[in-house]
């Protein structure tokens, strides 16, 4: 079996040259690519941190939602990164959602409950772009999924305003961004310093809260923690597998 | 197949009972049992078996997924994220099931490479290469379909592209690709017949591999000399020897499968299919899955819609044809010394196709990809029958029982011992 396997080794290296190769012509994409950062919740061992988590919904509750929705999720989740069942009662109830028909058959407005789902900030589509020159500021629940490079690139994002290069035109009502695909955004820059007051105390940085709410909206689009159950499952599965290697050894001895 | 050969003594009076009106037990008992099997196969041919686990692990999760999804344009997008957010352990059951298409790809990829390799298609199992090139062919319409049903972004421009081929049909292809929407769009019609496709399919597929099943017992496992069992003394049982072996293979693979889900989910994914299908905006990129690059590749090779089309889908006719192309007497490409190259070769082939159908066809992606699925055809229609012409085969052990047990007996009696005993203890 050596020549296969050498044959095998001359294919894979045939396909890296091709791949260093083919490298190049992704010089356009890496424009953009925001720089990769470390997050908590990477790696098989990641977790989130939920300190982070509570200051990143602060900063979404208070700035990103002024035009990003986030329809997927319930007051209720909030539970789950650490308020309590009367904190995520109090946070929906700031809300008046529209509810209805009644019995008289009129709709009418009451305050939120755990269950509703995050209030959207502009009734429909056409309202919400009538309000942003016409750009539709995308939903956010599935945000660190829906692009490439995750929370990087909502970092990237974030972090990512500074002058255009010199020369070039930036269209009317749009901001330069080195990390938006095409560099032109109808977003105005979100952050600033000591846009929000942290109660643990933490300096709000544009770094600081673009990192806090890219870690929470990477939460809100799983909302899962998988990592643990998938340790103890792959343990499981190792274990397993060790014993069925005995096994199979116990009873192919005879035969060889 | 008939179990009154040899009717073994049940011990169980209800079992017994039973057998002799309805011969179940029987059944398997010779079909699991002592169904006789080739003593010295590899962990190749764990291949077989796994891709039959991964069927029914992907009907399993499927159907419970169905009771949670719903196939309506407007609600299904939603109805996945709620199996993903709201209903227990959901995410689990879809990280499964979306995962198992790529692991059932990896799985049946390797099993029919492992067919080319060791000759399996050769007489006497032409027919169940056909059937298996059958169950590849159906396993591809149901994952093209499953594929639609999130109707995020690259679901349904997925869609409407791979629809599109149709049309390439000469005077009938518009009027076909409208009958296959439902309508003028890949819309909500499109989406309902692809959800009661992707739910039927793998029931037909069951059926195909059970016909399968039924071709590969008639004659038994082939084996990595490619040689006839000549006797008791050729074979074990397949319980327990095959079931335990089969059973290790299927946790190491399980282990792989397991990071994937937990550790990384979207790996095989695209972020686009996380945005809700918008028929007013067109990805920058649209691609297919990895399991369809290589034949994406060869589409776009070809300028013309119509050649490119037909270059497609008859990549995968010549799969069917091997039995007739490769008129070599010898199986195993452990005898075959030139056959040996070229099989890696089309292996890379692949795999240099798959890798221009990841990338737009500009610069050198259109040569490679040119000359990829020019040395696809020509390894088929060119060098199969040119091989069985010219290559000079080394020659075959006498058994397989001689060659696993007395190595050190062959290489006296057959020149150059190329035939090892197992690689694997």
Known sequence: ?256 | MTASATRPGFKNPIVRWIDHRLPVFSYMDHELNEYPTPKNLNYMWNFGSLAGFMLVAMITTGIILAMHYTPDATLAFNSVEHIMRDVNYGWLLRYIHMNGASMFFIVVYIHIFRGLYYGSYKAPRELLWLLGVLIYVLMMATAFMGYVLPWGQMSFWGATVITNLFSAIPVVGESVVTWLWGGFAVDNPTLNRFFSLHYLLPFIIVGVVILHIIALHRFGSNNPLGIDMKGKQDSIPFHPYYTVKDSFGLGVFLIFYACIVFFWPNLFGEPDNYIPANPLATPAEIVPEWYFLPFYAILRSIPNKLAGVIAMFGAIVLLALVPWLDRSPVKSARFRPVYRYFFWLLLGDCFLLGFCGAHPPEGWYVLASRLGALYYYLHFLVIFPLLALFERPLPLPRSISESVLKPGAMSGAVAPARALPMEKA
Not at chain 1, 138 to 156: E, N, T, W, Y
Not at chain 1, 213 to 226: G, Q
């Open chain 1, 1 to 256: 079996m050596r020549r296969p396997l050498l044959a095998l080794l001359t294919a894979t290296l045939i396909g890296t040259g091709a791949a260093a190769i083919g490298g190049g012509s992704t010089a356009l994409a890496e424009e953009t690519a925001s720089p990769e950062r470390h997050w908590s919740f990477q790696g098989i061992f990641g977790t989130y941190d939920r300190a982070a988590l509570a200051r990143g919904f602060q900063v979404y509750k208070e700035i990103c939602s002024a035009c990003h929705s986030m329809n997927l999720m319930h007051y209720r989740n909030l539970q789950d990164i650490g308020f309590t069942a009367d904190q995520v009662k109090e946070i929906a109830a700031s809300v008046q959602v529209t509810d209805g028909p009644n019995d008289a058959g009129d709709m009418f407005e009451r305050p939120g409950r755990p269950s509703d789902t995050f209030k959207p900030p502009f009734a429909n589509e056409n309202a919400a772009r009538a309000a942003n020159n016409g750009a539709l500021p995308p939903d956010l629940s599935l945000i660190v999924k829906a692009r490439p490079g995750g929370a990087d690139h909502v970092f990237g994002i974030l972090t990512g305003f500074t002058d255009p290069p010199a020369g070039m035109k930036i269209a009317q009502g749009m901001y330069y961004n080195k990390a938006f695909p095409g560099h032109q955004i109808a977003m105005p820059p979100p952050l600033s310093d000591g846009a929000v007051t942290y109660p643990d105390g933490t300096k709000a940085t544009i770094d600081q809260m673009a990192s806090d709410v890219a870690n929470f909206l990477a939460w809100a689009s799983e909302l899962e923690e998988r990592h643990f159950v998938g340790v103890k499952t792959v343990l499981f599965l190792i274990v397993l597998t060790v014993l069925l290697y005995g096994a199979k050894r116990k009873i192919w001895a005879a035969v060889h």
